[in-house]
């Protein structure tokens, strides 16, 4: 039954329409998966109990001949979306026992689709971070351990929970959300494939906000086809969310094996950063090889503004974030810590429920919002942003994509890269330009590094485009044939 959990997602589809096995023994095999792997620490909340009685209701719509596009298909929820009557913590403790009465259209999109939901994953607190440490429920492990070192290694972050459940194999697929490099970072990470659709594509409606003018849902898998197949059913307009964009959704696995000839792939020099691993480096090199080998003309393109995205990004996100967190008060949600009046009960329950990494954001995003302060750092910041999106727009006017890393760096140790903040805002060097420009990005697993982690390189697309980044990723997965897979996750009996 344990090989149930080495299917695709299209793979299983096909088993279950053809009557292999049921969704209760896929679902089953899942659930046994993620209890042989609770080490990880992938879920903040199980859901093992619903997604057996739904796998029964799924084999019935087979039986039927009435399926739906993903019936039966056990997947992991990033614990940010609000799902209805199920504790969504967005890894915070102030949000505690928070049930939503409501479900996030994204993941009602996927209900809808026949998605069974094993588990809330865990995250960084508030979707703040790159390494799943800021949680307010433990640190995830990483499925990935270095050759011949025993050490705990971080799966990234913040869609920490979601990328080590499906790379371990304990979910065929998950959500995650990106506002500077959550579902791209820890794809990479943890050998998987994810992608962030352009900003608009998905609605962040029912999403606990943390940058609204930067969080995107997407989605994780094991290979482009499932993720196209997942973000198929995530993504569309939505009445509830004013910033979704009003766009047919293509199918996006329709023009995946039409291959890359005839396109123009564009290679940004300034991602060429001094401090980059030069095992990474070296595997961007392949990556462009293997595309020019399949047919495509590279073209050297360049995005002069690079270099002030990650500090125009600490500006803006921090600044949102400020705001949209002001809403946890005691009042209305989860945590309540009683005071010797209105603002001491504020006061008292926002200690409490924040931690460090959050605080430090909402100080900041409330320094670059003030007064004396707005036009200095927030405004000028929006000025850069506008400078950012032009350098793609540019760059979009010579080739089709972008290939770039995705990390300047493989997945490091639990307790590296903590000694001060800005070394762990560095990872997102790579992936915060797009997030500003809203561009759609994802990251592909291609090859491992010397000490056997993976490596990720990530593909940028123009705006509404995923068409053509599914399928320049296609090309880059056929390439690259990368078959390794995490030894280390399950825990000798
Ligand atoms: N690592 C970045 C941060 O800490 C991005 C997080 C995200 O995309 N949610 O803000």
């Given amino acids: 039954m344990t090989n149930l959990t080495n299917h695709t997602i299209a793979s299983a589809l096909a088993g279950l329409k053809k009557k292999e096995f049921t969704a209760v023994e896929l679902v089953d095999a899942h659930i046994k998966a993620s209890e042989a792997a609770r080490h990880l620490n992938c879920y903040i909340t199980e859901t093992f109990d619903t997604a057996r009685e739904q796998a029964k209701a799924a084999d019935e719509r087979y039986a039927k001949g009435v399926a739906l596009p993903l019936d039966g298909i056990p997947i992991a929820m990033k614990d ?220 050297s393109v360049s995005l002069p503004h690079t270099a002030y995205a990650l500090q125009t990004y600490y500006v803006i996100a921090p600044a949102e974030c400020s705001s949209n967190l002001a809403r946890y008060d005691g009042v209305r949600f989860g945590k309540r810590v009683e005071g010797d009046n209105l603002i001491d009960t504020y006061e008292k329950t926002r200690a409490a429920g924040f931690g460090k990494e959050v605080r430090r954001r909402i100080l900041i995003g409330t320094y670059v919002l003030s007064a004396g302060y707005y036009d200095a750092y927030y405004n000028k910041a929006r000025k850069v942003r506008k400078l950012i999106w032009q350098d793609f727009v540019n760059a979009y006017q010579k080739c089709d994509v972008l290939l770039t890393p995705t990390a300047p760096t493989p997945a490091f140790a639990i307790g590296e890269n903590t000694q001060d903040p800005v070394t762990m805002y560095l990872n997102d060097i790579f992936t915060i330009p797009a997030s500003m420009a809203g561009m759609p990005g994802m990251s592909i697993p291609v090859g491992l590094s010397a000490d056997g982690l993976p490596l990720g390189l990530q593909l940028l697309g123009k705006p509404f485009d995923e068409e053509t980044m599914f399928r320049v990723s296609q090309t880059l997965e056929d390439a690259a044939q990368f078959t390794a897979v995490p030894s280390n996750f399950v825990k000798a009996a």
């Fill in 80 to 299: 940010l979306f609000c799902t209805e009557g199920v504790q969504t913590t967005a890894a915070s403790r102030i949000l505690e026992g928070f049930k939503p009465p409501y479900e996030s259209t994204v993941s009602g999109n996927l209900k809808k689709d026949g998605t069974i939901t094993l588990g809330k994953a865990n995250l960084d607190e508030f979707a703040m971070g790159s390494s799943n440490t800021t949680s307010g429920y433990g640190n995830v492990i990483n499925p990935w351990k270095r050759k011949g070192d025993n050490k705990d290694l971080v799966p990234g972050g913040s869609s920490g929970g979601s990328a080590a459940a499906v790379s371990a194999r304990i979910a065929m697929g998950a959500t995650g959300t990106d506002t500077g490099g959550s579902i791209r970072q820890p794809a990479a990470f943890c050998g998987i494939t994810g992608i962030k659709p352009t900003y608009g594509r998905c609605s962040r409606f029912g999403i606990v906000a943390f940058a609204s003018s930067l969080d995107q849902a997407g989605p994780f898998a094991r290979n482009t086809e499932d993720c196209a197949l997942l973000l198929k059913s995530m993504a569309g307009w939505d009445p509830k969310d004013s910033t979704s964009v009003n766009r047919p959704v293509p199918d996006y696995t329709a023009q995946l094996k039409a291959g890359v000839k005839g396109l123009k792939v564009g290679v940004p020099k300034e991602y060429r950063i001094d401090g980059t691993n030069p095992e990474i480096l070296e595997m961007w090199d392949k990556g462009v090889q293997m595309l020019k080998d399949a047919g495509a003309e590279i073209v």
